[in-house]
C-alpha cells in the first residue's frame, strides 16, 4: 500500500526468528481474533487504536497485522501520522500468513 512499509509472510517469519525485537499487533475485531493469531500477536481492535497510541513500545519493531492487510494499513498511517511512529503492515493479513503456510494458534484467552 502506498506509503506504507510492507512485509510479506515469509519476511514477517524471518523477522520474528531474527534477533530483532518485534511486537505483533492484531487490529482485527474480537470474533477474528478469537478464531486464531499469529503467535505473540497483540489484540488491539482498529478502532482501539487513537486512545492506546501511548501503549506503543518506541524500542520495538511495530508490525500491525489484520485479515487481508488494509485495516492494517491503515493502523500504520495514522500511527504514524499521529506520533510519527513508521510501523509495517503484513501483506495480505492472516489470509496470506496462513496461506503461506505459517501456523496460526489459538489466543490463551478469549476476548
Known amino acids: 500500500m502506498f506509503g506504507v512499509k510492507e ?8 523477522l520474528i ?10 487490529v482485527r475485531s474480537a470474533s477474528e481474533y478469537n478464531q486464531g493469531i499469529i503467535a505473540g ?4 481492535p482498529l478502532h ?4 492506546r497510541l501511548h501503549d506503543l513500545p518506541k524500542d ?3 508490525v500491525f497485522y489484520c485479515r487481508s492487510g488494509a485495516r492494517s ?4 498511517m495514522f500511527t504514524q ?6 510501523a509495517i503492515n503484513l501483506q495480505g493479513g492472516i489470509i496470506s500468513w496462513h496461506r503461506s503456510g505459517l501456523a496460526i494458534t489459538q489466543p490463551t484467552a478469549t476476548v
Open 7 to 14: 512485509v510479506d509472510a515469509v519476511g514477517l517469519q524471518k
Open 17 to 26: 526468528n531474527s534477533e530483532e525485537e518485534v511486537h505483533l499487533i492484531d
Open 41 to 44: 500477536g497483540e489484540f488491539m
Open 48 to 51: 482501539t487504536l487513537p486512545a
Open 60 to 62: 520495538k519493531t511495530i
Open 73 to 76: 494499513a491503515q493502523a500504520c
Open 81 to 86: 501520522q499521529q506520533i510519527g511512529l513508521e
